[in-house]
């Protein structure tokens, strides 16, 4: 069995060699950039975890669908930065604002059909379920996403309907990483169907781990300023249950109003057009998180998720050492607030 080590090496190798087609240099330029900023490379690493619980090394059948994980991913990036406006991608400029949000779109579209391309690369006798396990993950994604830009125009929304949208955006193509590497490694039915719903249950945590270190965080480890999704009064876990919790705990009497829905929602409807506004905006909504526990709140679903997916892992009947190692991923992924 290969260990993490080696997959570590064999995941810088792969994406320090990708290429892409030289001309025209404006169109792919910022795929390299893309590929080049790094990141976690969590799809792939998963997939490549998975798949080494069965075989002993990583050939091309493997490799590339892999790296189309990584690909797709950073397509939605590039589109996302777009919508949202943003500017700093893991501390760098975003595509959109190095070359407009026209090459953008066109960027990241191309990016979109190169993922397939490397998809198609799996092997013969499993390509037709793993194209449709991949289309299926690629429209749901894209599903999500509307799901959280219709968010943006709602006061409230459900927790329920949060938990389906990062369920979309979020957990299925990790759910997809996990099942493609076994579907590849030629796991059966059953196994696979397990490994899709550790990976779904690891991707709901994974997306709550981020929503709480954006306000919770260290900016040094967390790679990015904190607050980001308060400022932006972004629909994230915290706020949601914030929300939900603070209007519960105020008609009950357990708080009092400076720390309710009407203060809640007030804070987040603060200006933070200058920095000393979203230094006092953060501290202020942070500061009714903290009264009304959803910090906690936040790290118990986390912790319940984590233990979930691993009861599905505990289900495919791996054996001890294989189940270490896909404990160590999940362990790894959420570690900064386990």
Known sequence: MVNENQIEEVLD??????????????????????IGLGGKRVRPRLCLTVYSLYRDSFPEEILSPAAALEVFHSFTLIHD????KAEMRRGEETVCRKWGDNTAILSGDVMSIESYRMIARSPV??????LDLFTT???????GQQYDMDFEQMAEVPMAD????????????IACSAKMGALIAGADERACDYFYRFGYDLGLAFQITDDYLDVFGDPDVFGKAI??????????????????????????????????????????????GTEAEKAAKIAKVKGIYEEIGVDEDAKYEIIKLHAKAM???????????????????ADRLLGRTR
């Open 227 to 272: 607050g980001g999704d308060i400022i932006n009064n972004k629909k994230s876990w915290l706020l949601t249950r914030a929300l939900e919790k603070s209007g519960e705990m105020e008609k009950s009497g357990v708080i009092d109003a400076a720390y309710g829905k009407t203060a809640l929602l007030e804070a987040m409807a603060m200006k933070a």
């Open 162 to 173: 949060y938990m389906k949208m990062i369920g979309l955006k979020t957990a299925v193509l």
């Open 13 to 34: 190798s792969l994406f320090a060699e990708m290429r892409f087609t030289a001309e025209p240099a404006g169109l792919y330029d910022p795929l390299r950039y893309m």
């Open 81 to 84: 930065d777009i919508m949202d």
């Open 125 to 130: 006798a499993v390509l037709p379920r793993v």
């Open 311 to 329: 009861d599905y892992a505990g289900m495919i009947g791996l054996g001890k050492i294989r189940y270490e190692v896909i404990h160590r991923y």
């Open 137 to 143: 993950t690629a429209a749901q994604v894209c599903e």
